[in-house]
């Protein structure tokens, strides 16, 4: 059995970079979708009724989250971030991914009743260049990469040679005593 680990070493955060975009992805997709005005609008009309009953606001909560998968997806990919924090990165990379994709996947059915209902793409992609909502799923993307296998031994082998030319680098200690 795996001996415990200290807390000392459980406060050490291994890769910082993954949960720093982690959490920057999670904060431009719920900007991207507290910008959007419908939200208020299902905030209004739904959930400020029920406001005195628990048990369905909280069905309604979830109800109203699974309708705007992009907010459920900034759930997903803060815990991604987290597990990368505890250093389980596969199941990271997994919730993390899950998160992204569920968020593609709502923007690509707004993209497609766009398209159907305008006839054209192109105005709805421009709104998700320079919205919140897109650079969140970039963030996410750049997250998910980061964490790969591939990616991972490429990050330790540029740690190992940053150490060894900081090593070199460095006076020797028989040179500053003389």
């Known amino acids: 059995m795996a001996r415990a680990r200290s807390w000392w070493r459980m406060r050490r955060i291994k890769h910082r970079d ?4 982690s959490v920057l992805s999670a904060s431009f997709l719920l900007a991207g979708e507290l910008a959007n005005p419908v939200l208020l609008g299902i905030y209004e009309r739904y959930l400020v009724p029920v406001l005195d009953r628990p048990a369905l606001l909280a069905l309604y909560t979830v109800l109203a989250l699974f309708a705007f998968t992009t ?3 900034v759930v997903l990919v803060l815990v991604g971030g987290w597990y ?3 250093g389980r990165i596969p199941r990271g990379r997994f919730v993390l991914g899950l998160g992204v994709g569920l968020t593609s996947l709502s923007l690509l059915s707004r993209l497609a009743y766009h398209t159907l209902v305008t006839g054209s793409p192109v105005p ?3 709104f998700l260049t ?3 909502t897109g650079i969140g799923v970039l963030f996410g ?3 998910h990469t980061l964490m790969g296998r591939y990616a991972l031994f490429v990050k330790k082998r540029a740690r190992d040679a940053w150490r060894r030319w900081r090593r070199s680098r460095r006076p020797s200690r028989r040179a500053s005593r003389s």
């Open 124 to 126: 709805f992609l421009l």
């Open 130 to 132: 320079t919205s919140f």
């Open 71 to 73: 907010a459920f997806g």
């Open 141 to 143: 993307v750049a997250a």
């Open 84 to 86: 990368f924090l505890q």
């Open 18 to 21: 993954a949960v720093a975009l």
